[in-house]
């Protein structure tokens, strides 16, 4: 809808609009809260494994930073592209909110479970690695992060660990779930007023110290997602953003985005072709040398297509992009041909994982 109305087709979105900013502020903050509400280390399926297999998720994707940083410099040398680090990130993030849904409802249905058990630790760990060093490479200034930023950064992270240890404390006295009976039979919506109430405080804090809303919304996600939103927060919070705020969002971000310049010369179908490409290559490949590497028997009954299909969904990418675009395009700091293109090459990464999960599946 927004590449329709937007510059891509009609024009009519007006991005200027304050009021419209506003709620596409809401929106992304949303947005990168869900984001950040899937990146849990201790959930039931995961207490299974060993440190063993959380080393092994590390060692992976400490290869594929590697990887990212080679194809970060050829790219950005192929193609002039000034700022190498937002590439290299790019390049190294996952989407935990594609990836571990579609696993957890493949797993469910019993279609397959012989996903890499240290590949989940894989997906948390990029997602919440990216994130973190986005605004190390690119503030909402346009420019690196300066003191005053990673004097920022420190209170946001202090903020949601002590949310965290709050929401802990709690839940483990058993206030927690009184408070939600509470709240239910009252019909007051408490932890979801709540929940917006700490948003927004990041947010401001995040706009105090000129950090990107994306951190405030990541943190808090992180947070309150460490224990798992309850079922009543986590429908509100669903309705609340994907029904009105995230895609009034999406559409005013599509709208900044001329898709025809891809089309207009060959340079842009292939950045984002080669974008795409070296997405691929740099997740598939640690996965294949991580199977090598494995001695257990479970990675040889997987086969090679398992690794190969794992690669190619840890490949999804979805917070990072939206970020960078957001970003670039707010603060004109980066090209609207490269914005375009990091947005066409996520979309075809989220196009491949879902393949990959339905042969998968099969």
Known sequence: MGLVLGKTGFD????????LQV???????LTMMVVGSHIVFDSKSLKKDSSFQFLH?????????????IGAVFVTNIFHISNWGIIAVLF????AAIALPIIEELTRERKTTLWPRDFLYQIAIADLVAIALLPLVISENGKSLDASGFAGILILTLCGALIYLFQKYVNKKGWLKEFREYSHEKKFGLELRISLAALFS????AQKFSLSIMVAGFVLGVALGR???????NRQIFGLSEGFFAPLFYIWLGGQLDMRLIFRSHRGIYLALTLYVVALIVHIAP????????????SQLRGVGSDVRAGALSAAQLGVPIAIVTIGTAQHVISLELCTAIMSAAILTIITSALSTLFSAK
């Open 12 to 19: 009519l979105i007006p991005y200027d609009n304050a009021n």
């Open 23 to 29: 709620f596409a502020n809401i929106g992304f903050a």
């Open 57 to 69: 998720g590390v060692l992976a994707q400490f290869i594929v930073g590697l990887l990212s940083i």
């Open 92 to 95: 190294s993030s996952s989407s």
């Open 202 to 205: 990041l947010v401001f804090i």
């Open 227 to 233: 224990d798992g939103f309850s079922h009543r927060l």
């Open 287 to 298: 996965r294949l040398l991580m199977r090598y590497l494995s001695t257990s028997v479970s």
